[in-house]
């Protein structure tokens, strides 16, 4: 019972570094999403991609890039990190059109 | 655009005392409404949800009703418990293939014993 597992969780940057979040899931779902969430903001759509070979923006995607590497996948790609990326990146996935999304348990971020 | 307002928090309750958490929205189409949970250290998981008007979701002893008159989805337990500790939020979807799923800023919920 997996579920959708992200690695790292806790990781520190200095500006200007680059990394990559991994994200996997088991369910065999189509769609993947990476949010970010901030403190008085609740949850915010970076990219998403809702089946195998497509990625698309969401609300906040400056500054990430992202990667359906393949159905259980989901990378998501800071190639310079600013502090403003400081945040906890929650990936989620979704199976069928009406079904509730399903969390991983968090990547916590600090660029310094 | 879609958007979901919630009550601002923290919330400090004692055991077994009644909780309300408000949250209404506005969409443009005909929204899904949900309510995760977030629990210390973990992710998001779904606690309700509610596909139409008048339809009442409910888990775990909560519950709430989708009232498309005042555009509210308000979510009520009865007694709460230590264990109910965490952080609430309300979502909706709007549906016909929109993949997007908007989210309150999340309610801070502290039970004491």
């Known amino acids: 019972n997996a579920g959708v597992t992200q690695t790292p969780k806790f990781q520190v940057l200095k500006t200007g570094q680059s990394m990559t979040l991994q994200c996997a899931q088991d369910?065999?779902?189509?769609?993947m999403y990476w949010y970010r969430q901030d403190p008085g903001m609740g949850l915010r759509l970076i990219y998403y991609?809702?089946?195998?070979?497509?990625?698309d923006k969401g609300e906040v995607p400056n500054g990430y890039n992202v990667s359906r590497l393949n159905k259980r996948e989901f990378s998501l790609r800071l190639e310079s990190a600013a502090p403003s990326q400081t945040s906890v990146y929650f990936c989620?996935?979704?199976?069928?059109?009406?079904?509730?999304?399903?969390f991983g348990n968090g990547t916590r971020l600090t660029v310094t | 655009g879609d958007s979901v307002t919630q009550m601002e928090g923290p919330v400090t309750l004692s055991e077994e005392a009644f909780l309300t958490i408000n949250c209404t929205y506005t969409?443009?189409?005909?929204?899904?409404l949900f309510w995760y949970v977030q629990y210390p250290g973990e992710g998001l998981q779904l606690l309700l949800k509610?596909?139409?008007?008048?339809d009442k979701g409910s888990n775990k002893g909560f519950e709430a009703t989708y009232r498309k008159e005042t555009t509210s989805f308000h979510l009520e337990k009865g007694s709460v418990q230590v264990s109910d500790s965490a952080v609430y939020f309300c979502?909706?979807?709007?549906?016909?293939?929109?993949?997007?799923?908007?989210f309150g800023t999340g309610t801070r919920l502290t039970i004491i014993p």
């Open positions: 989620a996935s979704r199976g069928q059109e009406a079904s509730p999304l399903h």
């Open positions: 369910m065999n779902h189509n769609s």
């Open positions: 991609s809702a089946s195998e070979g497509t990625t």
């Open positions: 969409a443009t189409g005909y929204p899904s």
């Open positions: 509610a596909t139409k008007a008048d």
């Open positions: 979502a909706l979807r709007v549906n016909f293939g929109n993949e997007k799923l908007t």
